[in-house]
């Protein structure tokens, strides 16, 4: 059942009764799920995610790669030349020495080869591919957890405005109703009806709202540069939260019903338990290099020169080729304990993921329960300090309450209706927070919140008049790789 809520006109009265409020616009502002979508096109992290993901499946298609034939051609030609000298020997009945013989030959010639190899067994390689397979699983869940969480982000950064802003306004208010508690009390004083001290209490009052107003306008001014760094856009206004939000309890409404879901869903869990194949793979490539090879090779040589009485001539061979691994120094069987240990680490990880993510599940479901709760009992509260500062100011002007009562009531008020701010936000961001750990955050979630935004109402971001021209916001042309 829906819990009751504040009505738009009552909440309004409430702030419209001390000050008009400038952020609130009538042009219709941009959506939480308009501004989700941008996000997801434009935001760097997620597409370093995507491009990380296509480089894991390029590398399975190299050790894909390494199993089917390798072909190769090769050719030369060369140009040699040969220069040497030999001694003619004269018979001795001549009785003359030995004559120098110059010899000078210059060959060219040409070759050619072809070398075809393919392997028949060999357990690595098949493992390096097993690995690569179990990468992309791993990968694939990393970049539906990069995504859940960009999706959470915007909302994140999108309410945190909305938050910002209800609360300056609050505080706006606050300090126009204590400024004008400061000059009735100025002119009570001129004509004796109090004491100075009460126009001191006033001023500090005055002084501690200023200070506040001044914290929230620059955390609102803080808050709208987490959706341009998302983005790469600025937005002149967005929608507002409507006031008639269902606040109901998380459905399925049995806290285990929620873990079981995580175990089953949740991305982080699921990207935990692929890295232990993933490490159990490597395991496999260890063990392998213990295990013989076997390939089989063609091959084909072509070769001719001008060489004089010398004709062309080739060779062909076709046959297999096997290795064992007698002894490598003690190397294998180290890596075979080392990718043991890393094995052991990834299922030690697992748990702490799953030990984690029950944790946060349970934790959030009991938060966004009590959230529920605790929006209705700050509505309440704004009834009662609304109440509580009539009776007191009726109290000031028959001389039973002095001003600092007064300003205290006025103080819890506008407490009150900021702490009523904050109770909304918390429900929503709790809500979405929660189904992100359960694994559940996806186009359907935004959407349904992005129905809980108002288009009559929108609030102004009250951006600074530059233009958007900086690099540093936008993600720019896509990347060329090499051809």
């Known amino acids: 059942m829906s819990r009751p809520a504040p009505s738009r006109c009552f909440r309004k009265r409430l702030i419209a009764a001390f000050i008009t409020l400038s952020m609130a616009g009538s042009a219709q502002g941009a959506d939480l799920w308009t501004i989700a979508q941008d996000a997801l096109d434009n935001d760097a992290e997620l597409a370093s995610a995507r491009a990380g993901f296509l480089a894991t499946e390029a590398a399975r298609d190299v050790q894909r790669g390494t199993l089917l034939p390798q072909i190769s051609v090769g050719a030369n030609v060369s140009h040699s030349r040969i220069y040497s000298s030999s001694t003619q020997v004269q018979q001795p009945s001549q009785g003359q020495p030995g004559e120098s013989v110059p010899q000078d030959d210059t060959i060219n010639s040409v070759g050619l080869s072809l070398d075809a190899e393919q392997a028949l067994y060999d357990p690595t390689r098949q493992a390096q591919l097993a690995r690569a397979e179990r990468e992309i699983d791993r990968d694939a869940v990393s970049l539906d957890v990069a995504r859940q969480q960009l999706l959470f982000t915007v909302a994140d950064a999108y309410f945190e405005i909305l938050r910002a802003h209800d609360i300056l306004s609050a505080r706006r208010a606050q300090e126009t109703a204590i400024s004008r508690q400061l000059e009735q009390a100025r002119e009570r004083f001129e004509v004796g009806l109090i004491a100075i001290t009460d126009v001191h209490e006033a001023q500090a009052s005055f002084d501690l709202a200023r200070a506040q107003r001044i914290a929230a306008e620059s955390a609102m001014q803080v808050s709208f540069e987490a959706l341009e760094r998302l983005t790469g856009h600025r937005y002149d206004s967005i929608n507002a939260l409507d006031d008639d939000i269902p606040i109901v309890p998380p459905e399925p409404g049995d806290r285990e019903d929620w873990v079981t879901l995580a175990m089953d869903n949740s991305p982080m869990v699921l990207m935990a338990q692929a890295g232990i194949e993933v490490a159990r793979s490597q395991v496999d490539i260890s063990r392998a290099g213990q295990r013989p090879v076997v390939s ?25 080729r096997a290795s064992v691994p007698l002894y490598t120094g003690g ?33 959030l479901f009991t938060r966004v329960n009590n959230d529920v709760e605790t929006v209705e009992a700050r509505h309440q509260a704004i009834v009662s300090n609304q109440s509580a500062l009539e009776a007191t100011r009726s109290g000031y002007e028959v001389g039973t309450r002095n001003i600092v009562d007064v300003l205290n009531a006025e103080q819890s008020l506008f407490n009150a209706i900021a702490d009523h701010a904050e109770a909304r936000y918390d429900y929503v961001l709790g809500l979405l927070q929660l189904q992100l750990q359960a694994g559940l955050l996806g186009a359907e979630s935004i959407q349904a919140v992005n129905a809980w935004l108002s288009e009559e109402e929108s609030v102004s971001l009250e951006l600074p008049d530059e233009a958007n021209d900086n690099p540093v916001m936008n993600i720019g042309e896509r990347p060329r790789y090499p051809s």
């Open 296 to 320: 089989a090779f063609a091959t084909y040589g072509w070769s001719d020169s001008d060489r004089t009485g010398t004709n062309h001539s080739s060779e062909s061979q076709v046959g297999l």
């Open 331 to 363: 190397s294998t069987e180290a890596q075979i304990r080392q990718s043991g240990f890393a094995l052991e680490v990834s299922q030690y990880d697992f748990e702490a993921q799953r030990r984690d993510t029950i944790q946060q599940v349970r934790s």
